[in-house]
């Protein structure tokens, strides 16, 4: 954030410091929103922007009124977004952020922006994911849900309800606690260090899929593969030169387990996965370098 005010006596302006307070939320806000961590900071930019121009003794939920800006901003940005992604090439992912600990300990956090998450609030609208983000992650009240998203609170309520059934449909049944990602994850990996494909097939569901971004300037798999026996063929050739040419590191992304993968030193990706009843459903690949520099710094997300 630039344009931060201080006084001449080193002070911190009030309108910056109620900004600074909330931060994090409205990073957080954005963030589920978009998906990607370089758009969810210029909508706080304009968040700030408009939000130095408002006399604060009109506000008087001043978090709640952030919020509303960040959600309008993003909303904006959101459908932009859309249009960005109808040319983007080959599967869209994702940004994926190294998360501090204790994220994984709110599990309702922890969920909300996972990778499997996040690719479930893509298949809404851009209304219907703000009123999700909102209602069911930052658990705001429906009118001031309306007054960020420009509807009734009636119509609101109404979208809410779609949105949590799709949500709900397309979510693993059973709530999955990183714990249970750890340990799918770690089969996974013992299984890549010592080039066991057996071990690979015992740790991924039959109807498992894998999807990499590689935004047109990595390789990437060009479209989803489904099928455990079709993605330990996928995977048997470049995990094969990982184990030469390469490290694996365990680390938190998203709230969640996942691995790190280096070749010749150089940051190659990042895999997150999606896992029910002990099993592996899903992988996600990040290749993109402009969505990979968020994995060597933490990022603050909080509710």
Known sequence: MTGAGTSEDGRVDPATEVFMTHRN????????????????????QESWLRWVTVDLSTVRDPRAYLVRI??????????????????????????PLLTTPDVAEDVALADSVS??????????????????????????????????VDKSPAAVRQIAHRARTHVAARRPRDPVSPGQSRAALEAFQRAVDTGDLQGLVDVLAPDVVILSDGGGV???VPRP?????????????????????GTVEPVQCNGFPSLLFRLDGELDGVMSVRV???????????????????VERETTVTR
């Open 115 to 148: 990778m499997a998450m996040l690719l479930v609030l893509e298949t809404l609208s851009p209304t219907e994911r703000a009123v999700f983000v909102l209602r069911e992650v930052f658990a705001l009240e429906y009118d001031e849900i309306a007054a960020a």
């Open 25 to 44: 939320l409205l990073f957080t806000v954005a963030y589920e929103m978009l998906g990607l961590a370089a758009d969810a900071e210029d909508v706080l």
């Open 218 to 220: 990595k390789q990437a």
């Open 70 to 95: 960040t959600t309008r901003q993003a909303l904006n940005r959101l459908r932009t977004l859309g249009r960005r992604k109808e040319s983007y090439v080959g599967s869209w992912l994702p940004e």
């Open 276 to 294: 029910e009843g002990g099993l592996i459903t899903g992988l996600f690949y990040v290749r993109n370098p402009e969505k990979l520099s968020r």
């Open 225 to 245: 593969v489904v099928g455990a026996d079709k993605v330990v063929r996928l995977l048997s050739a470049g995990l094969a030169r990982f184990r030469q040419r």
